[in-house]
């Protein structure tokens, strides 16, 4: 079964970190841009970062410096570690296989004191 599993999200006070991390099955991670999305309510799904087969990233100007986008293709997995966060980073965050258009089921992250 073609999957992403998502783990790692939870409720952390402003200036906290957070590690996501998303397992995906082989045959949508291997030789695929991997991505983690976010949608916070009421406004549109966006980027957050991604991450080539080769390791090259590309993050959104709202998290650069803060979160760290990586991948270790020994365990097909993807993680994402966010420091600093802020309250407007509160959302839901997706994984995403880039290249198969294959998304997890989202991981909620809140972000408060």
């Known amino acids: 079964q073609v999957q992403l599993v998502e783990s790692g999200g939870g409720l952390v006070q402003p200036g906290g970190s957070l590690r996501l991390s998303c397992v995906a099955s082989?045959?949508?991670?291997?030789?695929?841009?991997m991505g983690w999305y976010r949608q916070a309510p009421g406004k549109q799904r966006e980027l957050v970062a991604t991450?080539?087969?080769?390791?090259?990233?590309n993050y959104a100007d709202s998290v650069k410096g803060r979160f760290f986008i990586s991948r270790d293709n020994a365990k097909n997995t993807v993680v994402l570690k966010m420091n600093s966060l802020k309250p407007e980073d509160t959302a839901v965050y997706y994984c995403?296989?880039?290249?198969?258009?294959?998304w997890g089921q989202g991981t909620q992250v809140t972000v408060s004191s």
């Open positions: 082989a045959s949508i991670y291997i030789g695929s841009v």
């Open positions: 991450v080539s087969p080769g390791g090259t990233t």
């Open positions: 995403r296989s880039v290249t198969y258009n294959i």
